[in-house]
């Protein structure tokens, strides 16, 4: 691991990328009972086709927002490593665990 980046730093950096990756579950969780709710309640295929328009696009925001988030330890792309995004606990590159614990790190 990177001895540059300090203690606070990474902290801090882990707890934005933890935020960012629970927006995103939380907004993948919430699509079924979403989608369940809005039938129920309105029975109507072009309402629930709306609610469906703004989740994915929120979705979409949170994967993007995500996939661009940066390792606080060696900068590079956590969930990166190629062209597609893949949402592990371990940063792609460094192997920095996603809970800053270090007995969870990878290739250390
Ligand atoms: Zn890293």
Request: some cysteine; charged content about 20%.
């Amino acid at each position: 691991m990177d001895k540059k980046v300090s203690r606070v730093e990474l902290e801090y950096g882990l707890r934005s990328l933890r935020r960012k990756r629970m927006f995103l579950w939380v907004m993948i969780g919430i699509y079924l009972p979403m989608i369940w709710i809005v039938i129920d309640i309105s029975g109507s295929d072009k309402i629930t086709g709306i609610y469906f328009g703004f989740w994915l696009v929120f979705v979409t925001i949170a994967a993007n927002v995500t996939a661009f988030a940066r390792c606080p330890s060696c900068k590079n792309l956590f969930h990166m490593n190629g062209v597609f995004p893949m949402y592990f606990r371990n940063c792609l590159h460094c192997g920095l665990h996603i809970s800053g614990e270090e007995n969870k790190n990878k290739f250390e």
